[in-house]
Every structure is written in C-alpha cells, then in structure tokens.
Nanobody
Framework: QGPLVESGGGSVRAGGSLRLSCVAPGYAYNSYCMGWFRQAPGKEREGVAAIGSGGSTLYTDSVKGRFTISKDNAKNTLYLQMNSLRPEDTATYYC????????????????????WGQGTQVTVSS
C-alpha cells in the first residue's frame, strides 16, 4: 500500500457523478505534480488528469469537459470530480505524486510519478 490514500469510488449509472479524494502525507503532497490514473481489467494503466502546484491542469481527451482535477492545500487532498460518467470509465482509479519540487508541465504519464495510492474502484453501469 502506497503513501497516498484514495476514497470515493463506487457504483453509479451512466450519466451519474462521483468525486474521488486522495489524501497525501506532506512529503508527497508537496510535489509539484499530482495526477489521477486508471486501470481497467485487461488494460494498461492510463493517465486521466494532472495538476501542478500553480493550478495548471491537463486531461486526457476522453475525459475533457467531464472530469475536473483540483487540490485543497489546507487538507493535503487531491480531488477528481467525475460527471457524465460512462461505462468505459469503469476502472480502478489511482492518485499519484511526482515527488519533485521542480516547476514543469505536469502530464498524466505514470513513469513520471513515484508516490502512489492503493486505488479505488469505479463502476459505471449502462
């Protein structure tokens, strides 16, 4: 189990919403980049969204306009608001932090992240 702890997953019908949360210890949360990733059964892990300390965000095309990544610095918490959910969004969702304090363009590319959570399951039924 990684140092980050996700919660908020569940089962919803298509069109529904969920908000995922990820609480991180200070040494991880102070990373410049944090992100959300997901892995569906039989598929490789894919990046969903990333956010930099300055608030810049980047999303994979399939979730643009539906998902929003955000941070609450007072709570050391990363969020992923997911609206208009689709069956193809079904996956285990993971949060991650890059462990660096270098300003850069934050991308949801998993090899760039070193701290991970254990994942939370999201199931969307049609």
């Amino acid at each position: 189990q990684g140092p980050l702890v996700e919660s908020g997953g569940g089962s919803v019908r298509a069109g529904g919403s969920l908000r995922l949360s990820c609480v991180a210890p200070g040494y991880a949360y102070n990373s410049y980049c944090m992100g959300w990733f997901r892995q569906a059964p039989g598929k490789e892990r894919e990046g969903v969204a990333a956010i930099g300390s300055g608030g810049s965000t980047l999303y994979t095309d399939s979730v643009k306009g539906r998902f929003t990544i955000s941070k609450d610095n007072a709570k050391n918490t990363l969020y992923l608001q997911m609206n208009s959910l689709r069956p193809e969004d079904t996956a285990t969702y993971y949060c991650a932090a890059d462990g660096l304090d270098i300003a850069t363009t934050c991308r949801p590319v998993d090899k760039e992240y070193v701290y991970w959570g254990q994942g939370t399951q999201v199931t969307v039924s049609s």
